[in-house]
């Protein structure tokens, strides 16, 4: 097994910590580059929710590319995402009353400025689209969240009883998978049903799937053509438009790791992205105090 990739923060001279992080690419459903244990087990929270909007894409052809791109986002709740997930509901028969997403500490008291509410939206949409009650759709037992996981499942090639599910921070089911099959599900998710629609919605719309400045938008605008989402816990998943999948994992969760991990995993495989090689942290007073980079 390869070593893992290797972030470090440093302030002036000190080296305060060490982050380590797992990475795999597969195409055409091979290993082509590795490093860490690419075995190992991540939950995809986030990352998961362009497979998810799967079933939206599939249930509403009419849906326009602002529409899906936001309901595979975990956005920044700025009018542009706002408006993009009221649209949405509108467009499918929602309101904002359905939306069971709870709130987010540092937004608006209002479910629809949750960093996951176009999801929510979507979950609304396909319950409707499929005659599904939406009380109680994001609960475990509803035939939504098992469409959801046999989806998932599905995306990855395994069976629904090899995917481990838990409670995610918006109270919907979330789910894990061997990094290596995480990069496998986004390397085909253009050959799944609905999925090129998904794909052509986050090029066009980057900055609806995440917001300036987030790293799954900046890594679009960065590689054109990729696809990119994030996860909680330091997860990201991405895809060339040639089917190149990847998924990188900072094994203790801190997500400053990942793009100092991404740049120098990127640059073995050939892609440029050495504007992530070096993140600056700044101090109380907008001065840069430390920085993270890999070794």
């Known amino acids: 097994?390869?070593?893992?990739?290797?972030?470090?923060?440093?302030?002036?001279?000190?080296?305060?910590?060490?982050?380590?992080?797992?990475?795999?690419?597969?195409?055409?459903g091979s290993v082509v580059a590795a490093a860490g244990d690419h075995h190992v087990l991540a939950s995809l929270r986030?990352?998961?929710?362009?497979?998810?909007?799967?079933?939206?894409?599939?249930a509403r052809e009419d849906l326009d590319e602002n529409d899906l791109?936001?309901?595979?986002?975990?956005?920044?709740?700025?009018?542009?995402?706002?408006?993009?997930?009221?649209?949405l509901l509108s467009k499918t028969g929602g309101n904002e009353s359905e939306l069971d997403c709870g709130l987010q500490d540092g937004r608006p008291p209002e479910p629809v400025y949750h960093n996951c509410s176009g999801k929510h939206a979507a979950m609304i949409a396909v319950c409707r689209a499929h005659g599904w009650p939406v009380e109680g759709y994001r609960r475990p037992d509803h035939p939504l969240q098992r469409?959801?996981?046999?989806?998932?499942?599905?995306?990855?090639?395994?069976?629904?009883?090899?995917?481990?599910?838990g409670p995610d921070g918006c109270g919907v089911v979330c789910f894990a998978l061997p990094l290596e099959r995480?990069?496998?599900?986004?390397?085909?998710?253009?050959?799944?049903?609905?999925?090129?629609?998904?794909?052509?919605?986050?090029?066009?719309r980057p900055e609806l799937v995440g917001g300036n400045g987030g790293t799954d938008t900046e890594l679009m605008r960065t590689l054109p053509g990729w696809i990119a989402k994030g996860g909680a816990e330091g997860l990201m998943c991405a895809a060339s438009v040639d089917g190149?999948?990847?998924?990188?994992?900072?094994?203790?969760?801190?997500s400053r790791a990942l793009r100092p991990a991404l740049a120098a995993f990127g640059a073995a495989l050939g892609l440029d992205l050495s504007r992530f090689a070096e993140q600056t942290i700044q101090n109380s007073?907008?001065?840069?105090?430390?920085?993270?980079a890999s070794f």
């Open 147 to 165: 469409a959801l996981h046999a989806e998932v499942a599905a995306a990855a090639e395994l069976g629904p009883k090899e995917v481990p599910t």
């Open 244 to 254: 190149l999948g990847l998924a990188v994992k900072v094994a203790d969760g801190n």
């Open 1 to 28: 097994m390869a070593e893992p990739l290797s972030v470090a923060v440093t302030r002036g001279e000190i080296v305060e910590s060490v982050h380590r992080v797992h990475a795999v690419a597969v195409q055409n």
């Open 69 to 87: 791109a936001i309901a595979s986002a975990s956005h920044f709740g700025t009018e542009i995402h706002v408006d993009a997930v009221r649209t």
């Open 182 to 204: 995480a990069a496998h599900a986004f390397s085909r998710i253009e050959r799944i049903d609905g999925g090129n629609r998904i794909a052509a919605a986050m090029r066009a």
């Open 46 to 58: 986030s990352s998961a929710k362009p497979i998810q909007a799967l079933l939206l894409a599939r």
């Open 285 to 292: 007073h907008g001065e840069p105090a430390a920085t993270t």
